[in-house]
């Protein structure tokens, strides 16, 4: 860069000598040359004059004392007077009287070796002589020897014009150099720089600042003179490094000749950052000049980096609490409440991969299904408080007595289900004696439990997973018919009599299904629609599992074990079709139009058809058909079925469905108590629901108390915390348009869910996601929605049954007890 602004500064490559310091030199001859033309003109008196009248003003007072003790004719007075003469005035070597016949009266020294006059020659600085007569006549003459020249050097050194001129030019020298030191520190610049100039300068909106090779400021404009809070005359010729900066570890030496730098500049309480930018200035010949550099002020930029530091510290603990909150509710959603055992749900996924692997690799496996004798007279008798009890402990003792491997699983009400991987049917009934026996120890105030066991193998015949349950489950009431309190398995229960026991206890008291129901039904693939429901929408998920558990519930002991199963899928997937209704009616929070109603009704064969495709089970797709089929006909549908025509299955999920959509709290209304909901089921029975059904559905949800549930399902809640992490990792990702559209995913869950807070938070995100200037506020309002989300579930991980199941569980993690039997 070559700046003629300030190409006159001074080139260390040039000259070793300073501007100040060659100025100083030029005025030191300046004045030399004045002491000079001043001895010259005689200004100043020349020292050789002034020596030599001296010398004569000696000779002659010497001349005049001779002259009188000449004339007293006192000889030796006079050699007295001459010898005294002669030490007073030491730079007189020797001395003589001499009459003018050429007599000498009197002799001081070697006269005669230190006098070089002879007849005729005039008195000469080094030999003086003085005539003295007496009257008129010469008598003779004082004839005085001076010490000659010690060399032009002593002579010089004693030269007082020689002195007083070094002693000028090392003193002006000193006082100049000094002097223009500090005056070249305040020179005005703006006389050197052209107006435009400056003001071009003065507009930038960075600092500017030039420098010369000493790091001298030699030009600040305005914007930097802000900055550091200083006028021109308090920066001009100060060194840039007084200011106050404040290195950091790694910054270089040579940090006015770095790009990109970061400084901090200390101002009292407050601490700018600034990035420098500098370059050198050359000169016409590539030398360097000095530096100019830029300052660029990003202290808020630095703060809003700070702030985002520690908004992303806080979003990383935040996130973590999340997660962790996340493992609980997947681990919760994975175990029933009470006893902490597997739930049926999880239960059917891990028996359906145990049943490919027992196949593939020809492995033995076994099923046990257990129920705790005479229950009902424990809820009776002793309240439903022991009767959790008992459930409880005989849980913990199935769990407790189970193996590696085994997989324990509530499967309804009083009765509990165990998979026995890699064991046959021998090692399966070894099993359930352990477990009959340790049931039966257990002790209880004023009462005691046992349990009746059935168990099957896959080898006795079983052709899928709900045949295997079917035939435990068939041994199980042999167990009950038999006495209880013991075990029955498959291989000792001969086929007319397990044939007798099905249909005894399991007939259907209310009609006799004519459909052939062969085809199996894989529980990953319920379970991934189920999945596929929850992400549309997490509340139509959550109350699809509450109406399969009251479905299951009411089912139990009124159909067989492989019904039950048919008509909790149903259950799970009865509302599906919903995967097909727009999001604005679908998680619309407020009451819908006759329109929407229109739409949304179209979700039955939306369902019936997404049924159909997935699975070839007529049983599984006629009560999903007819589950919204009125017991006392349909006036508005006449092609559908009516009273006991309607598969049992679809009478029980109808119910269920009512049920829990009269008691579940809406954004729009408040649920009703069960006590209303019974009254509206009674009301509607006969023309609705099924009269006999209803009834014993009521029995059902009273003999088999619920724990009360927040307003906010666990699904919702898991669902609000999964949502939350992937819009975090799109923040992380900075992908606008995945942020946006899980920010309307989270607004439309949250408001669903009636959480008004999520939903205004997730609205906000939605807004600012593509503003880059508006990172930080993003973070917060993420952290937020995280600190929101985690009180949410918090409410579901933190009560008493919840607490119980997750203790001791390590990491919190559902991997610890189901991919172990994966």
Known sequence: MNDPRISEMPSRSSSRISVAGRMAFMLVLLCTFSLSLASLLKIIPVPRDAEIRRKSVISDLIAISSSI?????????????????VKRYPEIVTACVRRANGEVLCQIGDHEQHWHLTSGDSSTPDNIFVPIRNGNVRWGTVELSFQRDRGIVATLSQHPMILLTLFTVGLNGLFFRWYLSRAFRYLDPSRSVPMHVRSTLDTFSEGVVVLDNSRRIVLANEKFRKQVGKTDHELLGQNIDVLPWQDEEGTPANRWQTNGLRLRLQQ?????????????????????????????????????????????????????????????????ATRDSLTGCLNRRTFFEIFDEQWKLAHRHQHPLSCLMIDVDHFKSVNDNHGHAMGDEVLKRVAATIQKMARKGDVPCRYGGEEFCMLLPNT????????????????????????????????????????????????????????KRSGRNRVICWDEVPGDIADEESTAERADPTQ??????????????VTALVSALTYRDAETAAHSMRVAELAVATASGLVSVKDTYVIEVAALLHDIGKIGVPDEILLKPGPLTRKEWETMERHDRIGVEIV?????????????????????????????????????????????????????????????????????????????????????????VVSHRAIPRPFTSKQTALQLGLQIEHLAAAIDNQDSRSIKALAARLESTAACGGIPEIESLAAEIRQVADDENELVSLLQMVGQLMGLCRSVQKIHTETDEDKQVLRGVPGVSTADSVAVHS
Do not use: W
């Open 612 to 700: 159909e495709a997935a699975f070839a089970n007529q049983q599984l797709i006629d009560i999903v058909r007819f589950h919204h089929a009125m017991y006392g006909g349909s006036p508005d549908a006449p092609g559908l079925p009516c009273g006991d025509n309607i598969p049992i299955g679809a009478r029980i999920v109808t119910i269920a469905d009512a049920y829990d959509a009269i008691v579940s709290d809406r954004v729009y209304r408040k649920g009703r108590s069960p006590e209303e909901a019974f009254q509206e089921l009674r009301r509607c029975a006969g023309r609705q629901f099924d009269p006999e059904l209803v009834e014993r559905f009521i029995g059902v």
């Open 512 to 525: 006799s299904e004519a459909v052939e129901n062969t085809a199996i039904i894989p529980y990953p693939a």
């Open 424 to 479: 046959d049917i021998a090692g399966a009934c070894e099993v359930a004696e352990r477990i009959r026996q340790a049931i039966e120890q257990l002790e209880f105030p004023a009462l005691s439990v046992t349990a009746s066991l059935g168990g099957s193998s896959i080898s006795l015949g079983a052709n899928a997973p709900q045949e295997l349950l079917d035939q435990a489950d068939k041994c199980l009431y042999v167990a």
């Open 69 to 85: 003790m000449v004339q007293q004719d006192r000889p030796d007075l006079l050699q007295k007077t001459v010898t005294a003469s």
């Open 268 to 332: 009292g309480d407050v601490q700018r950052t600034f990035l420098v930018n500098a370059s050198e200035v050359l000169s016409s010949d590539g030398q360097p000049k000095g530096t100019i550099a830029s300052f660029d002020d990003i202290t808020s930029l630095e703060r809003k980096r700070e702030e985002l530091a520690k908004t992303l510290s806080e979003l990383r603990v935040s996130r973590d609490e999340l997660t962790t909150r996340n493992k609980e509710l997947q681990y919760l």
